[in-house]
Structures are given as structure tokens and as C-alpha cells.
Antibody, heavy 117, light 111 residues
Framework: EVQLQQSGAELVKPGASVKLSCTAS????????MHWVKQRPEQGLEWIGR????????KYDPKFQGKATITADTSSNTAYLQLSSLTSEDTAVYYC??????????WGAGTTVTVSS | DIVLTQSPASLAVSLGQRATISCRAS??????????MHWYQQKPGQPPKLLIY???NLESGIPARFSGSGSRTDFTLTINPVEADDVATYYC?????????FGGGTKLEIK
């Protein structure tokens, strides 16, 4: 079965960093692009960026440049999202998704990040 | 950035009737003979689910009650007939140009 397993919820202090994981099963992430999408409470969806795991090339929405870093480990079939200098504005659910042809056809269940002292 | 404007922001439709959701792009999302506009359904507490890709292609496993149409800057998602299980928020998304962007969402309720 094709699926994406995301890491558990995080409670982090302002100013800290956090690294989220997304492990694929049923397909090889080297054959696709992996994306991250942010959704704040009761808000819409925001595309953060993507990685081509085959070569490590990344693309970000400029809004997230400096805030988000996307990496991938093909040996473990896992994509990662690191968020730095966290503020309350980063409190959200973060989804990973598979997207090779321009759309997201497989989504993880989401990881809730809460930034609070 | 390509801005996607969805309308209405919310709508209430009677069971068995038609629901129509619009998505207007600030510039064309067409390239190479394709419209890079896609539609998702999101229910509370769940990730989004792909319904329609490239404007009019029904994703595998999605009921034929869902359909998409449009080109360039104007796109429509139609649900006909609406069922109780369709209560959700619907989003359009474009991938013709980086950064990929989403519409603001349309919340569908049953009247």
C-alpha cells in the first residue's frame, strides 16, 4: 500500500528548531518529488516547497526561505522538514505529500507543531 | 505568484442538488496543452484528498459525481448530486508556475 508515515506531534519553545520526518512505503521517493504543506488552525493550505530526492534539488516558496529546510534520505525512503527560529506563526499542521506531475496524490496524516513557552 | 480566488467562500446545498465551486487564477495556468489546476477535498481532522487533476481528470476511486472543467484562468468544480458525505472544504491548486499556490477554500454544507 502506498502511504506516507509522518512523525509525531511536537511542542517546542519559541526560538527553537524542529525536524519533522515523512517515511514513504509502497513507492520509492527517488521516483518522485516530495513536498511539504502548512496549514494553520482553521486556515487554508500553504505550499512550503519540494525536494527531488534523486539529486537533492529543492525549491521553496520565498515566504519560507530561511525558515524551512527540506532534505531527503533515499536509503530510508524518508523526507524531512526542518523549521528554525520558531514563533507562534509556525504553530500549524505540516503535511508531506507526493507530487511528481504537479498535483499531490498521496498525503501524510500531518504533524502538529505547537510553539509555546 | 499566481493568486487563486475561490468563490463562494461557503455554500449550503440540499441533498441531491448540484454544487458549483469556482476558482479564478490571476494569470493563465495553461502550458503545453494542459491546464495545471487541481482540486482537493478536506474533511476536518484529515489531510486533503485529490479529486481532480489537470482541470478535468477524475482521480482513481473518486465518484463520478465530481467533475472539473475550465481552462486558462477560470475553473469549476461541480458535485452533482451532492451527498451528505461531501460536507468538507474544497481547495483548488495550481502547479503551472512556482511557487505552487492554493485557493482560499470553499466550505460546503448541507442545507
Amino acid at each position: 500500500e502506498v502511504q506516507l508515515q509522518q512523525s509525531g506531534a511536537e511542542l517546542v519553545k519559541p526560538g527553537a528548531s524542529v525536524k519533522l520526518s515523512c517515511t514513504a512505503s509502497g513507492f520509492n521517493i527517488k521516483d518522485t518529488y516530495m513536498h511539504w504543506v502548512k496549514q494553520r488552525p482553521e486556515q487554508g493550505l500553504e505550499w512550503i516547497g519540494r525536494i527531488d530526492p534523486a539529486n537533492g534539488n529543492t525549491k521553496y516558496d520565498p515566504k519560507f526561505q530561511g525558515k524551512a529546510t527540506i532534505t531527503a534520505d533515499t536509503s530510508s525512503n524518508t523526507a524531512y522538514l526542518q523549521l528554525s527560529s520558531l514563533t507562534s506563526e509556525d504553530t500549524a499542521v505540516y503535511y508531506c505529500a507526493r507530487g511528481w506531475l504537479g498535483y499531490f496524490d498521496v498525503w501524510g496524516a500531518g504533524t502538529t507543531v505547537t510553539v509555546s513557552s | 505568484d499566481i493568486v487563486l480566488t475561490q468563490s463562494p467562500a461557503s455554500l449550503a446545498v440540499s441533498l441531491g442538488q448540484r454544487a458549483t465551486i469556482s476558482c479564478r487564477a490571476s494569470e493563465s495556468v495553461d502550458s503545453y496543452g494542459n491546464s495545471f489546476m487541481h482540486w482537493y477535498q478536506q474533511k476536518p481532522g484529515q489531510p486533503p484528498k485529490l479529486l481532480i487533476y489537470r482541470a478535468s481528470n477524475l482521480e482513481s476511486g473518486i465518484p463520478a459525481r465530481f467533475s472539473g472543467s475550465g481552462s486558462r484562468t477560470d475553473f469549476t468544480l461541480t458535485i452533482n448530486p451532492v451527498e451528505a458525505d461531501d460536507v468538507a472544504t474544497y481547495y483548488c491548486q495550481q502547479s503551472n508556475e512556482d511557487p505552487w499556490t492554493f485557493g482560499g477554500g470553499t466550505k460546503l454544507e448541507i442545507k
